[in-house]
């Protein structure tokens, strides 16, 4: 069974651009998690889907964080734009229906912003 | 809300000895509790579990946790640890009928030397 696969590996990107992270569950995995992973620290959630609906976004900055799930599977996060702060590796998830308690975990994308 | 404290941020030993990696939670519920592991340029693997009954869970790798509620700790031991352990470890815990929400603590690095 293939585990949850993460697009692109490693960015590098000057502020104020844009980029975009893609992510695709494990198959039949209906929640979607992705996480802020910031040096030495553990990882922060910053939106999870059931399906296609975002039911937990509070901890995703809006001003320049969008995601969408506009299938039910895969998945893309967006910074636009990118500052230097957001430097950090992001990290999908995927899960059973409604299990938190059975979490995968891709291998993240590592962003440097210049 | 849950919080999670990991006591160290790195625990540097010999290979064949003892580890004990250590971790407090905060919770007003009733907790799941579990370590996740981060191999370099990794995604997190869940090593183990808490959910309930018995308070002490092994992994197949020889680690294990006990759940002390008294204590509010989930501390990981391994009693004699290899080179291929030294990875960073994460605990992490999920309170039970709430938010589904996974809190990280901060990591803790184990180097393993020959």
């Known amino acids: 069974e293939a585990g949850v696969v993460q697009s692109p590996r490693y960015k590098i990107i000057e502020k104020k651009q844009p980029v975009a992270f893609w992510c695709n569950p494990i198959?039949?995995?209906?929640?979607l998690y992705w996480y802020l992973q910031n040096l030495g620290q553990g990882p922060e959630l910053l939106i999870r889907?059931?399906?296609?609906?975002?039911?937990?976004d509070s901890q995703l900055p809006k001003d320049r964080f969008s995601a969408e799930r506009l299938k039910g599977v895969d998945s893309t996060l967006k910074i636009q734009p990118a500052e230097l702060g957001d430097s950090a590796v992001y990290l999908c998830a995927s899960s059973p229906t409604g299990s938190s308690k059975e979490q995968y975990f891709g291998p993240g994308t590592r962003l440097t912003v210049t | 809300a849950q919080s999670v404290t990991q006591l160290d941020s790195q625990v540097p030993v010999f290979e064949e000895a003892p580890v004990e990696l250590r971790c407090n939670y905060s919770s007003s519920v009733s907790v799941y509790l579990f370590w996740y592991v981060q191999y370099p340029n990794q995604g997190l693997q869940l090593l183990l579990k808490?959910?309930?009954?018995?308070?002490l869970v092994e992994s197949i790798n020889g680690f294990e946790a006990e759940f002390n509620k008294s204590q509010t700790s989930f501390h990981l031991r391994k009693p004699s640890v290899h080179i291929s352990d030294t990875a960073e470890y994460f605990c992490?815990?999920?309170?039970?009928?709430?938010?589904?929400?996974?809190?990280f603590g901060k990591g803790t690095k184990l180097t393993v030397n020959p």
């Open positions: 889907y059931e399906n296609e609906e975002a039911v937990d």
């Open positions: 198959s039949g995995h209906n929640t």
């Open positions: 992490a815990v999920l309170g039970q009928g709430g938010s589904e929400k996974l809190v």
């Open positions: 808490y959910l309930s009954g018995s308070t």
